[in-house]
T-cell receptor, first 115, second 114 residues
Framework: AQSVAQPEDQVNVAEGNPLTVKCTYS??????LFWYVQYPNRGLQFLLK??????LVKGSYGFEAEFNKSQTSFHLKKPSALVSDSALYFC?????????????FGKGNQVVVIP | EAGVTQFPSHSVIEKGQTVTLRCDPI?????LYWYRRVMGKEIKFLLH????????ESGMPNNRFLAERTGGTYSTLKVQPAELEDSGVYFC????????????FGPGTRLTVT
């Protein structure tokens, strides 16, 4: 069985400080990993993905994430948080290569950036 | 390029009634997915279409849920009869072929069963 854990319910950070949203996964094989963000009253927006290659991937809005196979983690980071980054963040995994295309999501982290 | 659209945005129905949700994927995306998020819980996979064929429907909760994708374009998800536990946000997503492609999500339909 595959699963994704986002251990913190809410992440509070002051504007301008580094932002980290944690994600660990539990799958067999080589996963495809994704981060999505949901702003209020909006759908999920794709931020970035890890497929293969460089462990550090860069995405939209200045976000990046680091794939760590030994720790089975894929933490989302941003060097300097903005108030507009306040949203719900979801980590997701898809099993490769023989799994289907379904995504398994974590429960989501509410990020609050304090002005 | 238009994104994934869903209709309606909200639906409030009584237990026992029928509701049909619609999803229009991004043009050219053969893969279409339905997911559901019950209040405060994880987003759960429901099913996956490739064109008009159901590739994987293992996430469908029970036979009160029926999904169709006639002609391989838009998709509908019907709940009949609705139960209280069906309340939640239903998301539709679409993607290009291949496992490496990200899925693009619609805004969701918030279903409330009273």
């Amino acid at each position: 069985a595959q699963s994704v854990a986002q251990p913190e319910d809410q992440v509070n950070v002051a504007e301008g400080n580094p932002l980290t949203v944690k994600c660990t996964y539990s799958v067999s094989g080589n996963p495809y990993l994704f981060w999505y963000v949901q702003y209020p009253n909006r759908g999920l927006q794709f931020l970035l993905k890890y497929i293969t290659g460089d462990n550090l991937v860069k995405g939209s809005y200045g976000f990046e994430a680091e794939f760590n196979k030994s720790q089975t983690s894929f933490h989302l980071k941003k060097p300097s948080a903005l108030v507009s980054d306040s949203a719900l963040y979801f980590c997701a995994v898809r099993l490769l290569p023989y799994g289907n295309n379904r995504l398994a999501f974590g429960k989501g982290n509410q990020v609050v950036v304090i002005p | 390029e238009a994104g994934v659209t869903q209709f309606p945005s909200h639906s409030v129905i009584e237990k026992g009634q029928t509701v049909t949700l619609r999803c229009d994927p991004i043009s050219g995306h053969d893969n279409l997915y339905w997911y559901r998020r019950v209040m405060g819980k994880e987003i759960k996979f429901l099913l996956h279409f490739v064109k008009e064929s159901k590739q994987d429907e293992s996430g469908m909760p029970n036979n009160r849920f029926l999904a169709e994708r006639t002609g391989g374009t838009y998709s509908t998800l019907k709940v009949q009869p609705a139960e209280l536990e069906d309340s939640g946000v239903y998301f539709c997503a679409s993607s290009q072929d291949g496992g490496a492609y990200e899925q693009y999500f619609g805004p969701g339909t918030r279903l409330t069963v009273t």
